[in-house]
């Protein structure tokens, strides 16, 4: 199956715990799109920090957490993920000759985060996007590396077990697109 960012919502879906109530979900999308946002902030630290060298798979894996929180949040909020991608494709909300750093790009992720709404979930999906194309990806690519990683993790859809015991191995092997 392809996927792409009209089927991405769907196959993003069946990774999402449901919590019980819209509050606790959208609590949940909140939080987890300051933490992956958090997790490209702490890659470009240790490169700032360490002079450790920036894994872009790594960036990419985070990046399509983000995009997975952000899909699952629309599907809490009842918004259509794919027509989001299709207006943000025809007009972007950030300027994309402007010269945002990666690390200012995950700020503007947390900050919008933080009042995650109808009109902020936006944002924080151009965001991405521009994210996306400054370490040379695509939308295609992070979304598949994303749901294969997570069929992998889920192999019949969510459960706390898998979640509890990952196959660190195998995810890392398709992270890398060495399977």
Same mark, same amino acid.
């Given at each position: +199956?392809?996927?792409?960012?009209n089927? @991405?919502? &769907?196959l993003?879906?069946?990774t999402? $715990?449901?919590?019980g109530? &819209?509050e606790a979900?959208?609590?949940h999308?909140?939080m987890?799109l300051?933490?992956e946002?958090a &997790?490209?902030?702490?890659?470009? $630290?240790?490169k700032?920090?360490?002079? $450790?060298e920036? %894994?872009?798979s790594h960036?990419?894996?985070?990046l399509?957490d983000? +995009?997975?929180?952000a899909a699952? @949040? ?6 259509d993920?794919a027509?989001?991608i299709d207006?943000?494709t025809y007009?972007?909300l @950030?300027?994309?000759s402007?010269?945002f750093?990666l690390?200012?790009? +995950? &700020?503007l992720?947390v900050?919008n985060?933080?009042a995650? %709404?109808?009109?902020?979930i936006? *944002?924080?999906? %151009?965001?991405?996007?521009f994210?996306?194309?400054?370490? *040379? /990806?695509?939308?295609?690519e992070v979304?598949?590396? !994303?749901i ?7 192999? #019949?859809?969510f459960?706390s077990f898998?979640?509890? !015991?990952r196959n660190?191995d $195998? #995810?890392? !092997?398709?992270?890398? /697109?060495?399977?």
């Open positions: +199956m392809e996927i792409n960012y089927n @991405y919502e &769907e993003a879906a069946t999402c $715990k449901n919590i109530t &819209e979900n959208v609590l999308m909140k987890g300051i933490t946002a &997790e490209v902030i702490d890659i470009l $630290k240790k700032h920090a360490y002079g $450790k920036i %894994d872009l960036v990419k894996e985070e399509g983000i +995009m997975w929180y699952n @949040y629309c599907k809490f909020v009842e918004i993920y027509n989001v207006n943000i007009e972007p @950030y300027d994309r402007a010269s750093s690390y200012e790009l +995950m &700020e992720i900050i985060a933080t995650l %709404d109808i009109n902020s936006y *944002d924080v999906i %151009d965001l991405t996007l994210a996306i194309e400054l370490v *040379d /990806g695509t939308l295609d979304l598949t590396t !994303n294969r990683k997570l069929q992998a993790r889920y192999p #019949e859809g459960s898998y979640a509890l !015991n660190l $195998k #995810e890392k !092997n398709i992270i890398d /697109g060495k399977e």
